[in-house]
């Protein structure tokens, strides 16, 4: 019998083959094998730690760090598959305390690139310097006895072309890298970590005390104002960090980060309990933002259950989301009390001072970190508005804006404002209850769209350029949008890695809370990438631009000022929901109250 003619069609894959599939599995992109090297530097115990990336680690992803070091045999052995230094023992797996245990990161990553090693164990007198091409190890040297590691990552997917192609833009993949740089420095405060991009410096956080200190370094721009702190504690679980103040949370979902035994993940029952300890304190279309950090019995959750360790699952799933969701509930009704408390404390003052005193706005909610907010700059379109008139419920409040008016047009009969949010006329022959924020919403947005379809849309220089700080790849997102924004009115200049000045503003706009009105957009632009229609990508933006321009409720205006804002609403068509999709107005026609009253 012919042996080749016996032989089946399975066949063993080859070595350098199943190096890629590995890979394939871990190595999704450059922030992934940045991940895992950090990781590899947190288990070696280090106090500092740099990654220095080019080009959006397809160039060159360099980690150093001040860990334990390795031998030339350890060095050497590092990069065999399932080769490790963290797991001795099968029983070992159901107690898992380092970040790594799998053996399959270095293999993984160096069957995809080119790698350089140079690391010395402690205390020894000299070091190991490995190059490996494509998982083979080309060369061994001697180094110089510098304390710790250092790994250099080149030419990553230069053997595996498929999946390069499906790589992003180069900023797009450096925000994937920074937010896992973020992360590791998030669970361990105690660590210095910095990252550099072509050579510039990114963020560089020293090592703090407190997850408290290091949240202010990476989040400050979020979290400075209203920020809650969540702390419980329940048999072998504990949860602690910080929500967002229900008053200030947005469309966006940056930052939601959860930390299990200080490993990053996503888990939907962590995120259900968030959302629902918030339950009726969010309002419609926002979402919480949250840094919290669970520690768990190492034997009470199982992180093995994912190639990149980006999930776990807990062995009493219920007692954390329990846990979660109480302890939430706990930080937003202490809040309130303490709101509350201050509300009091400020009606007694304001009763008992000169009528002076009652103009300083009233305190907000007591929350961690909270720092003195800045006056708003002065544009050049700020009007020093009327005083208000204490006998007139409906005359104009003592605020820093420009009142809502222009040439007023007949046919509409202001009947007056109720709660200082709804807008009561006669419209023809229809009685009309206007939400005043989401008309004027609508009468902005109706002319933005205008202004941008006809290339007209004019913008105006602020009095005094205001400055921004944003979280790293947020700021990202914003820099690689700076000339759209600017076509549509909105001049923002870098100033620094993570801040901006905001120099003018569509000129429909009046008075708004800048940095607010940015974090919206921000949100925006998230989505471009996977939109293609110009229109599609315009409105959304145009939106925020119009929502934040537009007249608060609470705001209280004048009849002229009612009579012109409901003019305009009808001169756009009567469009009866804001560009959100939210309601404007409640409308009652001369026979629909008829036959209310019997008179049908």
């Known amino acids: 019998m012919d042996i080749a003619s016996s032989l089946g069609k399975i066949q063993v894959i080859p070595n350098d083959v199943i190096g890629r599939i590995a890979a394939g599995e871990v190595v999704e992109r450059p922030a992934a094998v940045v991940k895992e090297l950090v990781e590899n530097s947190l288990d070696a115990g280090s106090t500092a730690i740099t990654v220095d990336i080019k080009d959006g680690g397809l160039g060159v992803i360099r980690i150093t760090d001040d860990g334990e070091g390795m031998s030339r ?6 990069f065999e598959r399932h080769a490790t230094s963290k797991l001795q023992s099968d029983q ?11 053996g399959e990161a270095l293999p993984s990553i160096a069957a995809v690139s080119k790698v ?11 070091g190991t310097q490995l190059w490996l091409t494509g998982g083979v190890v080309t060369r061994v040297n001697d180094a110089a006895a510098i304390p710790g590691t250092s790994i250099e990552v080149s030419e990553l997917f230069y053997n595996t072309p498929a999946r390069k192609k499906f ?3 180069t900023t797009t993949e450096f925000s994937h890298i920074s937010h896992a740089v973020q992360q590791a420095g998030l669970a361990w405060p105690e660590v210095h970590v910095r990252l550099i991009h072509n050579g510039y410096d990114v963020f560089n956080f020293p090592g703090v005390s407190s997850h408290r200190d290091r949240v202010l370094q990476v989040y400050r721009a979020v979290f400075r104002d209203g920020a809650l702190v969540v702390e419980a504690e329940r048999n072998s679980l504990s949860v602690k960090g910080f929500i967002i103040d229900p008053l200030r949370a947005r469309a966006g979902r940056t930052p939601q980060e959860l930390f299990v035994n200080r490993r990053p993940i996503k888990n939907s029952t962590v995120q259900h309990a968030v959302i629902d300890g918030y339950s009726s304190f969010l309002a419609k279309g926002h979402v919480p933002l949250f840094v919290l950090f669970l520690d768990v019995e190492p034997g009470r959750v199982d992180v093995n259950v994912h190639p990149t360790k980006r999930e776990v699952r807990f062995a009493d799933t ?8 109480s302890a939430v509930r706990h930080a937003l009704g202490r809040a309130q009390v303490e709101a509350s408390m201050a509300g009091s ?5 304001s009763s008992s001072t000169p009528s002076s005193m009652s103009a300083h706005r009233e305190g907000s909610p007591r929350v961690a970190w909270a720092v003195e907010e800045s006056r708003p700059l002065a544009r050049s379109n700020d009007r020093v508005p009327e005083p208000a008139s204490t006998d007139d419920q409906t005359s104009f409040v003592s605020e820093a804006v420009s009142p809502y008016d222009s040439p007023v047009s007949p046919g509409i009969l202001p009947l007056g404002q109720m709660s200082r949010t709804f807008l009561i006329a006669q419209v023809g022959t229809e009685l009309q209850v206007i939400d005043q924020h989401t008309a004027h919403e609508r009468v902005l947005f109706e002319r933005l769209w205008r202004a941008w379809q006809s290339r007209r849309l004019l913008s105006q220089p602020l009095l005094l350029p205001e400055p921004l700080e944003l979280p790293v790849q947020q700021a990202l997102i914003l820099q690689r949008h700076l000339a759209e924004l600017e076509r549509l009115g909105l001049l923002i200049e870098p100033f620094g890695p993570s801040s901006f000045l905001i120099r003018s503003l569509p000129v429909i ?28 990508k315009v409105k959304p933006i145009l939106a925020s631009l119009a929502c934040h321009g537009a007249v608060r409720a609470g705001r209280a205006m004048g009849l002229p000022e009612i009579k012109q804002l409901v003019q305009d609403w009808v001169s756009e068509g009567l469009i009866m929901t804001c560009p959100h999709g939210r309601r404007v107005a409640f409308r009652l026609s001369a026979d629909e109250l008829a036959r209310l009253f019997d008179r049908g």
């Open 73 to 78: 045999t350890d060095a050497c052995l590092a």
């Open 92 to 102: 070992q797996l159901n107690a898992i305390r380092t970040m790594g245990f799998r």
């Open 116 to 126: 350089r090693l140079t690391t010395v164990a402690r205390h020894e007198q000299v």
């Open 167 to 169: 790589l992003k833009t």
């Open 318 to 325: 219920e007692h954390v989301h329990q846990l979660v969701r």
């Open 345 to 349: 404390a400020h009606a007694q003052l």
């Open 509 to 536: 706009l009046g008075h708004t809370d800048l940095a607010a009105l940015v974090q919206d957009l921000i949100d925006d632009l998230e989505q471009w990438d996977a939109i293609s229609s110009l229109e599609t």
